[in-house]
Each structure stands twice: as structure tokens, then as C-alpha cells.
């Protein structure tokens, strides 16, 4: 059973930042997807950063390119999200998720929640401004 692990939310002030960090237990295969999704209050989940272990690729939603960067630890079976620059819009509960697809199924890196099989529990990022 592949279970989820994601900490390191917290209250940053704007323009601050913080960093994430999502442990899997249970995943025995090398070739998979992982990212972040975050859910704000009335709103849908939706894809932040996501990538494919296989080759490294990457997906960053417009909303976070430039400020928010991901990146993963094969051998502890481990994904991060770094998070610069946070403004207010990116409160929400943000969740980690992976999938059994790498990137030669040409589904991923994905965006998309519903491409996702395994998820975590939430960790709540609030910005204040």
C-alpha cells in the first residue's frame, strides 16, 4: 500500500517562503509521477508542480512558474516543493500525489488530479498580506 506523507505548511507572512516536503512509503517502483496540488477555500484542487522520476520532466502551473519549484529524492522516495515569493493566493491545503505512470505513458507530468492514483493527507499553507 503506497501512503503519502506531506509536511512543512505553516503561516508565512507575504513574500516569504517555505518548503514542502512529501514522503512515500510503500512505492517500490522507480518510474512515477509526483507533485503538489493545492485546494484554496470554494475553489477546486488544482496542479502546482508535478514530476516524472524517469527523466526529470516537470509541470508548473502559470500561476507558480518562476516562484515555486519541485524536485525529488529517488533513493528516500521523496518530493519538495520549494515555494518563494508566496502571495496571499496561494493559501489553500496543498496535497501531495503520484501516480504509477512515468513519462513514457505520455500522460505525465500532469496537471490534472484525476491522473493521479495515490494521495496524501493535506498540509495548510496560509499567506497572510
Known amino acids: 500500500e503506497v501512503q503519502l506523507q506531506a509536511s512543512g505548511g505553516g503561516l508565512v507572512q507575504a513574500g516569504g517562503s517555505l518548503r514542502l516536503s512529501c514522503a512515500a512509503s510503500g512505492l517500490v517502483i522507480d518510474d512515477y509521477a509526483i507533485g503538489w496540488f493545492r485546494q484554496a477555500p470554494g475553489k477546486e484542487r488544482e496542479g502546482v508542480a508535478t514530476?516524472?522520476?524517469?527523466?526529470?520532466?516537470?509541470y508548473y502551473s502559470d500561476a507558480v512558474k518562476g516562484r515555486f519549484s519541485i524536485s525529488s529524492d529517488l533513493a528516500r522516495r521523496m518530493a519538495f516543493l520549494q515555494m518563494n515569493d508566496l502571495k496571499s493566493e496561494d493559501t489553500g491545503v496543498y496535497y501531495c500525489?503520484?501516480?504509477?505512470?512515468?513519462?513514457?505513458?505520455?500522460?505525465?507530468?500532469?496537471?490534472?488530479?484525476?491522473?493521479?492514483?495515490?494521495w496524501g493527507q493535506g498540509t495548510l499553507v496560509t499567506v497572510s498580506s
Open positions: 500525489a503520484a501516480d504509477r505512470s512515468g513519462s513514457s505513458w505520455g500522460l505525465h507530468p500532469s496537471g490534472d488530479p484525476s491522473l493521479y492514483e495515490w
Open positions: 514530476l516524472t522520476t524517469d527523466d526529470g520532466s516537470t
